[in-house]
């Protein structure tokens, strides 16, 4: 099986948002979610929260 086509799993999720700033973030460690500096250069402090996976249904009432 390829690596492309192996379900994803939690701890290969790489990316975060802030719950403070609301900027996405990649964090050090699973482990430490800590935003510590915005885009902008100024101090933040706040949790980072880990994306959702999206799954895509296929649904009839859709539209």
Not at 28 to 47: I, K, N, Q
Not at 48 to 56: L, T
């Amino acid at each position: 099986m390829s690596e492309s086509n192996r379900k994803r799993l939690d701890t290969d999720l790489s990316e975060a948002c802030c719950d403070r700033c609301n900027q996405t973030f990649t964090p050090a460690d699973a482990s430490d979610l800590m935003h510590f500096m915005r885009r902008d250069g100024e101090l933040c402090g706040g949790t980072g929260v880990f994306f959702r996976k999206y799954v895509i249904r296929n649904d009839p009432n859709r539209w």
